[in-house]
């Protein structure tokens, strides 16, 4: 367990579809929540969610595929789908 940014389940996208109290973190000395560590798959991810808050809130979706139940996974599936479909238009 360590400090960080919340990423995964616990990330923005899902604040209005699921709590969880299980956190997955992206280690950050400055990070607001205790969780288990999981390694970005972008070096800066810890410093976007004050930077580009869209972009953090996809690549938390990312990994919410990465580590979820099946029921995260196909929540976390149709919200990427959602947010990618809506930036098209």
Sequence with gaps: MIIGVPTA??????????????HFVWPAADGS??????????PG????????AELYKLLTLVD??????ARVRGLAA??????????KE
């Design 78 to 87: 149709d919200l990427l789908v959602a947010r990618l479909s809506a930036r």
């Design 33 to 42: 929540v205790r969780g288990r560590s999981l390694v970005p798959l972008f």
């Design 64 to 69: 919410a595929l990465r580590t979820g139940t």
């Design 45 to 52: 991810a810890a410093e976007l969610p004050g930077k580009n």
């Design 9 to 22: 389940h616990g990330g923005p996208a899902f604040e209005a579809v699921a709590t969880t109290t299980d």
